[in-house]
């Protein structure tokens, strides 16, 4: 079998928007890391990311090295260290394998799937939780390697948000709610959900304001240390990215929770004022869900969460169904 490094074309990255210039797996380039110190290791990891590419090769390879090993009390290796990979279009992809490490030691490991040999997409969704130093695919000598069919939606949505943003506590990466809606509508995306420390700092909102980005889903409630914090940051934040983008999208959402209490809804409050602000000023392009909708209907919403907070698998199939027909509309509204 040939080995082709993710950096080489056909292949594509999708998800990480410096990849081309940076020739590095990080979702975040050095100079926001410097402008944002407590996003030195997070910014590196690349939850969200994908690697595309069509081939007809009867065994795919994926062969996958990290700088750092990491365990997380809330998520197995399957979530944390692992790969998903899955085969045929976007809407209509089906699971072929998960890329799993040997154990919690391994830094350097490779798995190999077999498959029927037919021309098809292949797309890997990269692990969550560590700083990866390389990825390769290996497929047999005699097998084509082709360019991906691109997204229905190729201009990407740019979620920025919590840990819940990036994916904790799903069983593994593709059942985060932002990779849900990607598979279920065939959008691209950027995932900038920083476990803990996403704050609304205006040097992210302007790193933000250099990308291109189709909407932008605006979910850091969790992450704010206090509800004075979060009014103080959440409406300033969202203005600066209007100076940048004042037509695309913005949709602002609040916690999902088991049992919503006092600071919730004062959180909640602070999130609603900013988009009321927003229409109040003749913004015709803001939407906002409340968390409480995930779960409204559903009696056992403790079910959905792996401790109150972090939603499970169940938990992210729901947020989607809430948020995805937000994100349909304006994709279809935005495209006709």
Known sequence: ??????????????????????????????????????????????????????????????????????????????????????EGSKQNSKYLGLISPYNYESLEFERTLNRSGEMDDILILLPRNEIIESVEVLIEDNAQLLPPTEYKYSKPILYYGSSITEG??????????????????????????????????????DYINTLDFSIFVYDYDHN????????????????????????????????????????????????????????????????????????KDFCDKELCFIDTIHPNDLGFYRMAQVVEPVIKGILENENN
């Open 168 to 205: 904790g506590i799903s069983c593994n990466p593709s059942n985060a709610y932002n990779a849900i809606i990607s598979r279920h509508l065939d959008v691209d995306y950027i995932n900038f959900g920083f476990s803990g420390n996403a704050k609304g700092e205006l040097a992210m909102a």
């Open 1 to 86: 079998m040939k080995a082709y490094s993710i950096f080489e074309k056909p292949i594509k990255v999708f998800g990480i928007p410096n990849f081309e210039r940076d020739k590095r797996l990080t979702r975040l380039p050095d100079e926001v890391i410097e402008n944002v110190p407590s996003l030195d290791f997070l910014g590196r990891r690349c939850p969200g990311g994908r690697v595309g590419f069509k081939t007809n090769s009867k065994s795919i390879g994926v062969r996958i090295k990290y700088k750092t090993l990491s365990v997380d009390i809330g998520m197995s290796i399957y979530s944390c260290q692992s790969a998903f990979v899955f």
């Open 224 to 295: 704010a240390p206090t509800a004075e914090h979060l009014k103080a940051t959440h409406e300033p934040f969202f203005k600066r990215i209007r100076e940048k983008h004042p037509s695309v999208p913005v949709v602002m959402l609040t916690r999902p929770y088991a049992n919503y209490g006092e600071d919730e809804y004062a959180r909640k409050e602070i999130v609603k004022a900013t988009y009321e602000n927003a229409v109040k000023n003749g913004d015709k392009n803001v939407y906002f869900i409340d968390g409480e909708d995930y779960f």
